[in-house]
């Protein structure tokens, strides 16, 4: 069973940046599209970002809120996939979790984005 370790979340002004990394135990991180999904206090798990496995040539995509603000990326030698977060705003306040895309494996406990004045 593959276990997923978010961190990097914090309190941030609006405007503010912040990197999430996600690491992954197992050695077939690499074969696996992965993607960040957030979660906002009363509303479902969203996806946000994804990327698709390296043999696949590392193709990355985003949600129309997060797009141009946001980028992810992977590090498949240490199984570790990352969230670079700028000009964040309130409305990106949520609890992020990484998953393969779409998501099948367990979740971690995620890592939680407070971007407030």
């Known amino acids: 069973q593959v276990q997923l370790v978010e961190s990097g979340g914090g309190l941030v002004q609006p405007g503010g940046s912040l990197r999430l990394s996600c690491a992954a135990s197992?050695?077939?991180?690499?074969?696996?599209?992965m993607g960040w999904y957030r979660q906002a206090p009363g509303k479902q798990r969203e996806w946000v970002a994804g990327?698709?496995?390296?043999?696949?040539?590392?193709?990355?995509n985003y949600a129309d809120s997060v797009k141009g603000r946001f980028t992810i990326s992977r590090d498949n030698a240490k199984n570790t996939v990352y969230l670079q977060m700028n000009s964040l705003k309130p409305e990106d306040t949520a609890v992020y979790y990484c998953n393969v895309a779409p998501p099948r494996w367990s979740w971690g406990q995620g890592t939680q984005v407070t971007v407030s004045a």
């Open positions: 990327i698709t496995s390296m043999s696949t040539g590392g193709i990355t």
């Open positions: 197992g050695s077939v991180f690499s074969i696996y599209d």
